[in-house]
């Protein structure tokens, strides 16, 4: 896990992650939902995992059920990390 | 390591140094898994078994672990991942018994039942499903029993265990279906191994099949559940039992 995370560290991994998940990366705005994205519960616990791996942050099913857009993933891991 | 039924990983057998287990894990290995054989104290026993194993050409390790404790999962794992990549087959078989009439069973005898069959299974399977959801394929496969779904009086414990595995069952099998991993329960009757070799004399006219049945013959089941010809079958029980429950 790096030293420090960086906001676009953060936006990298979980971009790449998201387009494995499905999404196109022209789909993947700050804005977009996971709704409108067709990313699931069990893609966002997918997404926890690598997030877990790249960054120690946990995830937890709570955390992810409050989290509607990429946005909202993006600020809680940041903020996590910090 | 690459199998050769040609998936990269391998399978994990709870309490397979004898009896079921044993089974599970032999007939597992002959279809081409590495098998990590799970067991808490009986070391020679696994070593017997992990040898027959290897003496018949192919691959298994005694993996050491009390899976009633919360910390044994993730040990488990990190050894058989290292040792043989990912555990693409989990099969929560290690079971407890600890038998009295509701009314006398002490805390500690429900607690210990619990944990070992069913909050076990709940945290390896935990632990197993969120690699086999990246990877796109595995099977679990829990040992339940026809008694949870049935009545067994004197059983109040182990029939909330193997009834609350059931339940487990079918909700995680619901939850991952779509990424190519099933979540199936075995349900024997009467089999004949060390945990049913205090049952009471005439116990066996009332199975159709009219005699007990044998590690084996769960075996069969369980290898075909983690079987590519069993990919959709998911969130089921397959009940063993000689026609008991029919």
Redesign the interface.
Known sequence: MPATVTAEQVETVVYDALVELGPTRDQLTRDATFESLDVDSLDLAELSQVVEEHFGVRLKGDDVAKIKTVGDALDLIIARAA | MTTTNGHEGCALVTGASRGIGAAVAAALAEDGWPVGIGYRSDEAGARRVAEAITAAGGTAAPVAGDVADPEAAPRIFDELEERFGPVLVLVNNAGVRADGLAVQLEDDEWQRVLETNLSAAFRLTRRAV?TM??KRFGRVVNIASVVGPKANAGQANYAASKAGLIGFTRTVAV??A??GVTVNAVAPGFIETDMTEDLPAGVLDAVPARRAGRPEDVAACVRFLASPQAAYVTGTTLTVDGGLSA
């Open positions: 969120g959801v990246r939850e991952v779509r990424r």
